[in-house]
């Protein structure tokens, strides 16, 4: 009777962390210095796509909200980006900007649909040589993106640039209450301001939007004719996305030593994509430059910042504009230098360490980088910088195979052994490692230490026995473990016209 009357006895809820007042506080600096690195970035990917800087803005605005609720990597920053902007132009310089919002749209269903396939765990296949490119390559990218905002500019550009590196660097060494990418900001534009100078501003780079982001639908028939045309644009929204965003995921999984949900990013991107294509967006993924803006220069770690950056780049752009379209340029690059000069891997062109690593790792790193600075692309260039390693690894695992045999004592019975990895590369040369005129009778191969990975293994097996039947002798084959026996079981005999 007692137990019946004892009180219930809850589970306690876990408080977020970000309620904390001094995680808090570092959230929402966080989250105010992103959103005003996003506006130029913004509008410089909406020209990019040849559409209204407004496209851009409010599609960082969304895909900021949406991927801060739906994504799987807290304090990652989402938005619009040059990736995207590239994939999508075409169809905006040709078709307009509607084809371009539901080519956005069927792309994040796309990403969803991929990421209900498991893409995620594709990137188990991402060696580190390929993400240290990937993160030199981006950071590269990240700095010569600043240069344009360097040339052709009044004297006064370059001290101030000066001034704000100075005040990043080291601000942090005497307080980090407030973020010192934030501070910079803040002096270099009260001193152009008050002392009324004319360097380029934020208001050079395009009009900012004075109303709010509405839902509707593309004003496109809707066809087959239509789904044909826009549909290679979706899948490139998609891949590009998906890709960069769940590279850029793993780097901030790295720096933060936590562990994210890379399927839960997938499908995040693909409804914050579709939700930013209902509100007349661009599109976008991932964005590491301002990712480590947040992460490693601001010290976010939660989702807070992520909404926040989103929630005020709205407020600044539609209710202060004004305000906004005075920062100087000169603020923003520093930041953006800082950001590329933090992020590149030096450790990784260390001579001490390029004289350790072995040559295929290094050529891997720089096929890597050079293939994105070529096609300024950094999906492209990391595949093209697996590819590489696949190469790679299949022409050094191909040498490791190796067949020894023995003679039995009564003379009767030959025995190999064969020891390694057999797939495509590694089984070309099987064939050519036995005595067919020379071995007796029966022949025995014991592959006890081998495994048989794909169909180019087995018919190299076949054509092994193949050359013994022609010459009268008998071949078996033993000690295959059970992978290997089934691909074998399966496929033997089968691989040629003659079977």
Request: charged share 10%.
């Amino acid at each position: 009777m007692s137990s019946l009357l004892s009180p219930v006895v809850r589970p306690r809820l876990s408080r977020p962390s970000w309620l904390s007042p001094k995680v808090f506080r570092t959230e929402v600096l966080a989250g105010l210095v992103v959103a005003l690195a996003l506006i130029p970035e913004a509008i410089s990917f909406s020209i990019l796509a040849g559409v209204d800087p407004r496209v851009g803005l409010f599609a960082s605005f969304t895909m900021a909200v949406a991927i801060s609720i739906c994504g799987g990597r807290p304090a990652m920053i989402s938005a619009a980006t040059g990736a995207i902007a590239l994939v999508v132009a075409p169809l905006a310089r040709d078709y307009g900007l509607d084809h371009l919002v539901a080519a956005v749209i069927l792309g994040g269903a796309i990403q969803v649909l991929l990421a209900a396939l498991g893409v995620a765990r594709l990137m188990r296949f991402v060696p580190r040589s390929v993400m240290v490119g990937f993160v030199n390559a981006l950071a590269i990218l990240i700095f010569a993106a600043q240069v344009p905002y360097l040339l052709g500019v009044p004297w006064l550009v370059y001290p101030l640039v000066a001034l704000a590196l100075v005040i990043i660097v080291g601000l942090p060494r005497l307080t980090r209450a407030v973020p010192a990418p934030l501070v910079a900001i803040i002096v270099l534009t009260v001193i152009t301001v008050a002392a009324a100078v004319t360097v380029p501003t934020v208001g050079d780079q395009g009009e900012l939007p004075k109303s709010l982001p509405t839902l509707g639908l593309p004003q496109i028939p809707w066809t087959m004719e239509t789904l044909a045309l826009i549909a290679p644009y979706a899948f490139g929204v998609a891949l590009v996305g998906l890709m960069e965003s769940l590279m850029t995921a793993k780097l901030v999984d790295d720096i933060t030593d936590t562990h994210s949900n890379k399927t839960r990013e997938s499908w995040g991107q693909g409804v914050a994509n579709i939700v930013t294509g209902f509100f007349g967006g661009m599109g976008g993924c991932a964005m590491i430059g301002q990712t480590m803006i947040n992460v490693k220069a601001s010290g976010a770690r939660t989702r807070l910042s992520t909404f926040l950056s989103g929630v005020f780049l709205l407020i600044l752009v539609v209710a202060l504009g004004d305000v906004v379209a005075t920062i100087p340029m000169a603020a923003l690059v520093a930041v953006m230098i800082i950001v590329a000069v933090s992020t590149f891997d030096w450790h990784s062109v260390a001579p001490a360490t390029l004289k350790r690593m072995p040559l295929g790792e290094t050529l891997v790193m720089v096929t890597t980088v050079a293939t994105t600075l070529a096609t300024h692309n950094l999906a492209i260039g990391v595949v093209a910088g697996v590819l590489t390693a696949m190469v790679i690894f299949a022409r050094r695992v191909a040498h490791l195979v190796e067949v020894t045999s023995v003679l039995d004592p009564d003379g009767g019975t030959r025995i190999y052994s064969v020891h390694g990895e057999l797939f495509f590369a590694s089984s070309n040369d099987l064939v050519y490692q036995f005595d067919y005129a020379g071995d007796p009778e029966k022949v025995i191969i014991d592959m006890s230490r081998a495994h048989v990975w794909d169909a180019s293994s087995v018919a190299a097996l076949d054509a092994v026995t193949t050359k013994y039947a022609a010459r009268g002798k008998t071949v078996e084959i033993i000690e295959l473990n059970k992978p290997s026996a089934a691909i074998h079981g399966s496929l033997a005999g089968t691989l040629t016209a003659n079977h």
